[in-house]
């Protein structure tokens, strides 16, 4: 019988060394795509894993599950707390407040969820993605609520490294006024985990209409849209719910750009050193009012204070 205390991601991982090569597949398959695993029956499991059905049973029920219909239930539960924001809140206090050592259960997760993304990483699908950025006459990223943290993160530091890139980060009317500009010279980077909203629906369909290659990072959205985006980059899911659905993508971001800037070292150097420049006669100018800050005013200050000690 399910150990109802323990969730389907901890399971997986505290039997990994007794689990056969066979086992593991399957397991990290059921972790990375519990929306996927909600809609499909244990055949269809087996095709996309090239196994058998009894084997992904085998497996489900070696992990202390009655079947694949009470693994389900937990996925289902786990899915719909992450849509539901307020329960998501709450479940991730409740699972702070149990535990002794709260800040080393989080950063544990995390840890987690980085090395499911590196081990599922599919390499092919990102050399795809750094090809299309890098030829691109400008390349747009897009994510909604917090994803557009993580669009702003990527546009600033493509833009640093010497790539065009802005950042969309309205909707509506403004959504729209945005995508005007896009033409089938350019990139679009889409930051969607699992929401299918109106906008992410707007924006594949426009750049399908005008011919704009289209990156979509996603942990859930693959099989929906996988017809209407070139390139597929697949997050983990935070099955325990503890860490945001947004730190894959984020590593996701900063992987890119410095493939990026390594096709370019010598003119991301220079952009880069371009930025740090600017912002240093900024600062220059505002604090100091002098373009020498901080060696000739801010040194000779400390160098005479130090005399007087």
Same mark, same amino acid.
């Given at each position: 019988?399910?150990?109802?205390?323990?969730?389907?991601?901890?399971?997986?991982?505290?039997?990994?060394?007794?689990?056969?090569?066979?086992?593991?597949?399957?397991?990290?398959?059921?972790?990375?795509?519990?929306?996927?695993?909600?809609?499909?029956?244990?055949?269809?499991?087996?095709?996309?894993?090239?196994?058998?059905?009894?084997?992904?049973?085998?497996?489900?029920?070696?992990?202390?599950?009655?079947?694949?219909?009470?693994?389900?239930?937990?996925?289902?539960?786990?899915?719909?707390?992450?849509?539901?924001?307020?329960?998501?809140?709450?479940?991730?206090?409740?699972?702070?407040?149990?535990?002794?050592?709260?800040?080393?259960?989080?950063?544990?997760?995390?840890?987690?969820?980085?090395?499911?993304?590196?081990?599922?990483?599919?390499?092919?699908?990102?050399?795809?993605?750094?090809?299309?950025?890098?030829?691109?006459?400008?390349?747009?990223?897009?994510?909604?609520?917090?994803?557009?943290?993580? @669009?702003?993160?990527?546009?600033?530091?493509?833009?640093?490294?010497?790539?065009?890139?802005?950042?969309?980060?309205?909707?509506?009317?403004?959504?729209?006024?945005?995508?005007? @500009?896009?033409?089938?010279?350019?990139?679009?980077?889409?930051?969607?985990?699992?929401?299918?909203?109106?906008?992410?629906?707007?924006?594949?369909?426009?750049?399908? #209409?005008?011919?704009?290659?289209?990156?979509?990072?996603?942990?859930?959205?693959?099989?929906?849209?996988?017809?209407?985006?070139?390139?597929?980059?697949?997050?983990?899911?935070?099955?325990?719910?503890?860490?945001?659905?947004?730190?894959?993508?984020?590593?996701?971001?900063?992987?890119?750009?410095?493939?990026?800037?390594?096709?370019?070292?010598?003119?991301?150097?220079?952009?880069?050193?371009?930025?740090?420049?600017?912002?240093?006669?900024?600062?220059?100018?505002?604090?100091?009012? @002098?373009?020498?800050?901080?060696?000739?005013?801010?040194?000779?200050?400390? #160098?005479?204070?130090?005399?007087?000690?």
């Amino acid at each position: 019988m399910k150990d109802t205390k323990t969730t389907f991601q901890e399971r997986y991982l505290e039997a990994g060394p007794r689990l056969t090569p066979s086992e593991k597949k399957i397991g990290e398959y059921l972790l990375r795509n519990p929306e996927e695993v909600l809609g499909a029956s244990a055949v269809k499991i087996s095709k996309a894993m090239g196994t058998s059905d009894a084997s992904v049973i085998r497996t489900i029920k070696g992990l202390g599950y009655q079947g694949l219909p009470d693994l389900k239930k937990e996925f289902l539960e786990s899915v719909l707390r992450r849509r539901n924001s307020a329960a998501a809140l709450d479940h991730n206090i409740e699972s702070i407040q149990t535990n002794k050592r709260p800040a080393e259960q989080m950063l544990a997760n995390s840890v987690d969820i980085i090395d499911a993304f590196r081990e599922g990483f599919d390499h092919d699908a990102f050399a795809s993605c750094v090809e299309a950025v890098s030829n691109a006459r400008r390349t747009y990223t897009y994510g909604l609520g917090a994803g557009s943290m993580v @669009s702003g993160f990527l546009a600033l530091h493509l833009k640093r490294v010497g790539f065009d890139a802005e950042a969309m980060m309205l909707a509506g009317y403004r959504l729209a006024d945005d995508l005007l @500009s896009l033409t089938a010279n350019d990139c679009i980077v889409l930051i969607a985990p699992f929401h299918q909203t109106t906008e992410v629906e707007v924006i594949v369909d426009h750049a399908k #209409d005008v011919g704009a290659s289209v990156v979509l990072v996603t942990e859930a959205l693959g099989m929906s849209l996988q017809d209407r985006v070139d390139i597929i980059i697949k997050t983990p899911p935070s099955i325990s719910n503890v860490v945001s659905e947004h730190l894959a993508p984020f590593v996701f971001s900063y992987v890119l750009t410095m493939q990026l800037a390594s096709l370019q070292k010598d003119a991301s150097l220079k952009r880069n050193t371009m930025f740090t420049d600017n912002l240093f006669n900024a600062l220059s100018s505002r604090f100091t009012g @002098s373009p020498d800050f901080p060696s000739q005013i801010f040194l000779s200050d400390i #160098d005479d204070d130090d005399s007087d000690n």
